[in-house]
């Protein structure tokens, strides 16, 4: 069929496939109901740590800045694949346009890329602060910084819609996806055999590189950090109270990836279906949670709003 045309079934689960046909009731209202849950608190978290920042003209410094970026970036996220698992939990049909399917791969594509790019520049930002003090304020200008927030976020979006782009214009030969959401590494596998995907490739190694990259430039500023953290009391007390969350997040983040694109080339398909359903989508249930928890108990000007709006309302 044309790619207008094509119905994209997901028929992963977690339940195993061959009893995806009669799950039980009580089984899917509760996972219904655990999910909408995990969902509104990964809403509730994110933006209570966005509006604290907003509202907070104390806040407006660059970390606090780029942490807000961070956290609407886990909105963006599981704004792509939240909704829709949560739909097709009440419905008998389990599947999503062609063309929708497209959407959700560059919402996941874009998201985790951003996110990637977002702590790099959180590394930067930590390294000025402890390592060039005197120059901080000087290199991390309002205008400097918006450009940083933009490249964050343009850069994998103009990336991905060329991925997006050259995927669409293939024809595919299957319409059965073995994930609970669509990536495009998943749908270019879906293309017929005579179907040209070396600029998909091309596309798929440069994304790579460019940010395989950014994974070295953090780790480039850590050595710096860390060597300078040793030197003084003051700036081991910094790094603990501003890198660690930023580390905290950094793993976080890095290990779900790199384990999803790991089990997605190259991992075993005779794991227990909930089990691969499980590593798809633990970077979507771990860091949007993890990442406003860490934050907002470690950094004391957020923990301090956050308790003094509490013992208000006690009030």
Known sequence: GQNNELVIVITATLKEKTEFESPSVLLLVALFTLTLLYYCMILFFNLTIIMIIILDKNLHEPMYILLCSFCINGLYGTAGFYPKFIFDLLSSSHVISYEACLVQAFVMYSFACSDLSILAVMAYDRYLAICRPLHYHSFMSKSRLSKMVCFSWITPLCIFSINVALTSRLRLCSTSIQKLLCVNWIIVRLACPDANT?????????????????????????????????????????????????????????????????????????????????ISIEFLLIPPVLNPLIYGFKLSKIRHRILGFVHVQRK
């Not at 890095?254 to 499980?278: E, W």
């Open 198 to 278: 070396i600029p998909n490739n091309i596309i798929a190694y440069f994304t790579i590189f460019l940010y395989v990259s950014h994974g070295l430039f953090v780790i480039w500023t850590y050595m710096h950090l860390i060597i300078t953290s040793v030197r003084s009391k003051d700036d081991r007390v910094k790094f603990m109270q501003t890198c660690v969350p930023h580390l905290a997040s950094l793993t976080t983040f890095v290990a779900t990836i790199v384990f999803d694109l790991m089990y997605m080339r190259f991992g075993s398909t005779d794991l227990p279906q909930s089990l691969q359903n499980f």
